[in-house]
């Protein structure tokens, strides 16, 4: 059995450990991309600046270092909701799993660049983009069934967390109606489209993991 404190330092861990990612992530990829003469940030999705340039190499690593430093994430989030009795036996396993699973996919997809091995990259690179949603879905959901004395809600953005489910169905329905009727504009801003919506996510995510942090070493007092 862990002790108190182990539990505590491994929980800080993961967490500490995703927000290292996500930053590794924006400022890997957007260097890369700066760097690349012939980028263009409007049409050019992110995975074309991993082959046929000096810097490939760099975007590949990038992505393969971010997708490992986020594997302990979610197993330290399941720990402190079981922890701080939040634990939703079916919820957090599901939400456990896929969001461990964003690591090994944004990984893979480092490992198979698009340029190489375009099946297998594409493979990896989508899945790590659905389990994202996949997983920020069930965890507005989760915030949701909440007890209202719990820790977490004490962070009035809680609301957030619920509210990207409903912008995430905005978004979908957009980009299918888009796609039905406005073809030119989805191919000639899907560069653009793709970097906001990831970004927006990785920096959504940061603020989750930030609010764990807090409560994770905050002193409890709210017994009293």
């Known amino acids: 059995m862990l002790t108190e404190r182990r539990t505590k330092l491994l929980i800080n861990a993961g967490l500490i450990s995703a927000i290292i990612s996500i930053i590794l992530f924006i400022v890997g990829t957007l260097t890369v991309m700066l760097l690349v003469e012939d980028h ?3 049409k050019d999705v992110i995975s074309v600046t991993g082959h046929d340039n000096p810097y490939a190499m760099y975007f590949n690593l990038t992505l393969l270092f971010s997708g490992v430093l986020m594997i302990p994430c979610f197993p330290a989030i399941y720990y402190n909701l079981k922890k701080e009795g939040d634990h939703k036996p079916k919820l957090s396993i599901a939400l456990t799993i896929s969001g461990t699973l964003i690591g090994p996919f944004l990984a893979l997809a480092g490992v198979f660049n698009e340029g190489d091995f375009f099946v297998l990259h594409i493979i990896f690179a989508v899945g790590a983009y659905l389990f994202v949603i996949v997983a920020a879905i069930l965890w507005g959901i989760y915030v949701k069934t909440m007890d209202k004395n719990s820790r977490y809600k004490q962070f009035k953005i809680w609301v957030l967390d619920y509210s990207v489910i409903f912008i995430i ?14 073809q030119w504009f989805i191919w000639a801003t899907l560069g653009i489209l793709e970097k906001v919506t990831i970004y927006a996510f990785f920096i959504y995510f940061t603020l989750i993991l930030a609010r764990f942090l807090i409560i994770v070493n905050k002193k409890v007092t709210l017994d009293n």
Not at 171 to 182: Q, S, T
Request: proline residues 0%; charged residues 5%.
């Open 40 to 42: 263009d940030f409007i």
């Open 169 to 182: 169905i905005i978004c979908f329905l957009a980009y299918g109606i888009a796609m039905i009727f406005f």
